[in-house]
């Protein structure tokens, strides 16, 4: 376990902070989590995380692994990246309130700012998402 | 949480069932650019994701759930400010058990996604 604040690591902040903590990290990747909580902002009326919520999740996650790399270089404050391209989405159901995502990001090629990861996000046992992602985190 | 209405307003909507074309208006005060980011309000491109599914919704008068992205480029970073309005296309094709969708948000300036991806019926689990 990691004992940062996750606001050391990521730009976003309530209502669009969707990571709570990074549980390990390393150069390959590394291990988040969040806990729906009521009042989620991706929450349906039935009580479920959007897809756009499990996507914003992933790609924070990515973004925390990132932002703990920047931090241990020397970064005054954690980077700000996009989205570039989500490829090869697949949703398998949709998490509910009170639920625990833990999601691995694993980390591949680099090239002009852009990175290359893959994500995979379970709640318990069970499988919600997994995604290819290109994150864009401009370089000072 | 509906983005219609919080995030983006319809401003038009001409469909033939099959295709859509929408308008919309980005809302500058949504809640969601006091986090993304502060003093930097920039549009959450999974927000833009959100948007095409309930523009689809409209389209296919069903709820409907994202089975899969094949492929979702943001080529653009949109803001409230630089993009008030937005056209966004949208044309369906049948796939197994679903739809497939194409999607287009750009205004006359640039094109901010290009989205393609398969839905289906929202089925809610009962627990």
Redesign the interface.
């Known amino acids: 376990m990691i004992h940062e604040d996750i606001r050391t690591l990521v ?7 969707m990571v709570d903590a990074l549980l390990d990290v390393g150069l390959e990747g590394g291990r988040t989590c969040l806990t729906i909580r009521h009042g989620n ?4 009326e ?1 009580g ?1 995380m ?4 499990i ?2 999740h992933i ?1 924070q996650s990515a973004s925390a692994v990132a932002g703990r790399h920047a931090v241990a270089a020397g970064a005054a404050s954690p980077p ?1 990246g ?10 398998h ?2 998490p ?1 309130e009170g639920e625990t995502l833990h999601t691995t990001i694993t980390l591949g090629a680099e090239a002009g700012g852009v990175t290359l990861l893959r994500g995979e996000t379970r709640a318990g046992n069970a499988l919600v998402a997994d ?1 290819q992602m290109k994150i864009y985190l401009p370089t000072e | 949480m509906r983005l219609e209405n919080h995030y983006y307003e319809l401003i038009s909507m001409h469909t033939d069932g099959q295709s859509g074309r929408f308008h919309i208006a980005l809302c500058p005060d949504c809640e969601v650019y006091r986090g993304h980011f502060p003093d930097n309000p920039v549009c959450p491109g999974v927000c833009h994701i959100q948007t095409v599914k309930e523009l689809t919704e409209r389209l296919t008068g069903c709820r409907l759930r994202i089975r899969a992205i094949r492929l979702c480029r943001l080529t653009a970073v949109a803001t409230p400010a630089t993009c008030p309005e937005l056209r966004v296309d949208i044309r369906l094709s049948p796939a197994d058990n679903g739809v497939h969708v194409q999607a287009r948000m750009a205004d006359a300036e640039r094109t901010y996604m290009e989205y393609q991806g398969e839905m289906e019926k929202d089925k809610p689990e009962t627990e």
């Not at chain 1, 902002?41 to 349906?44: A, H």
């Not at chain 1, 959007?50 to 919520?53: C, D, K």
């Not at chain 1, 996009?82 to 989405?89: D, M, S, T």
Request: proline share 6%; glycine share 6%; with cysteine.
């Open positions: 730009p976003q902040r309530a209502p669009m902070l902002y991706f929450l349906d039935d479920r959007e897809e756009a919520g996507l914003e790609a700000v996009y989205i570039g391209e989500i490829r090869k989405f697949k949703c159901r949709l509910r995604t």
